[in-house]
């Protein structure tokens, strides 16, 4: 027969105590949350989850991104030269991705349909050029 954590025959007082100090340890965790000193396994789950998301979205678009660029190139250094700075921004973008994830939601709270509204999407890309110049700048010029 389960009594619910009491003790047969443990007078009234000693369980009152056990629930008094389970309320606060509860009250503890639940301050420690919104001053974000603890946070919930799911949400980290979560937040890992976005990152590598676009981590891999960031990492599939550059071939798309290089091929034009890298195959009028004639030295292998050139190519190279355009693939790290393609690979650096890519870096560069994510480094300041930020997951959505609010450190005062309540644990409890389930997940809805609009739960995903709210994410943000990775910093628009730079768009600058990449290779030499082009040819009619240096006609423009003389």
Request: proline share 6%; net charge negative.
């Amino acid at each position: 027969m389960s009594t619910g954590g009491v003790k047969l025959g443990s007078s009234y007082d000693e369980a009152r105590t056990r629930k008094v100090n389970a309320e606060a340890e509860i009250a503890e965790l639940e301050l420690a949350k919104v001053r974000g000193e603890l946070v919930i396994a799911e949400d980290v789950v979560k937040a890992w989850d976005d990152v590598l998301s676009a981590l891999k979205g960031k990492l599939l678009s550059i071939p798309t991104k290089a091929a034009p660029v890298v195959s009028a190139e004639p030295e292998a250094g050139s190519c190279q030269k355009i693939l790290e700075d393609l690979i650096n921004e890519a870096l560069e973008e994510l480094s300041n991705y930020e997951p959505n994830i609010d450190p005062t939601a309540a644990a409890s709270s389930q997940p809805s349909e609009e739960a995903d509204t709210g994410t943000k999407a990775a910093a628009a890309p730079k768009r600058k050029r990449v290779g030499r110049p082009k040819k009619t700048a240096g006609l423009a010029n003389k």
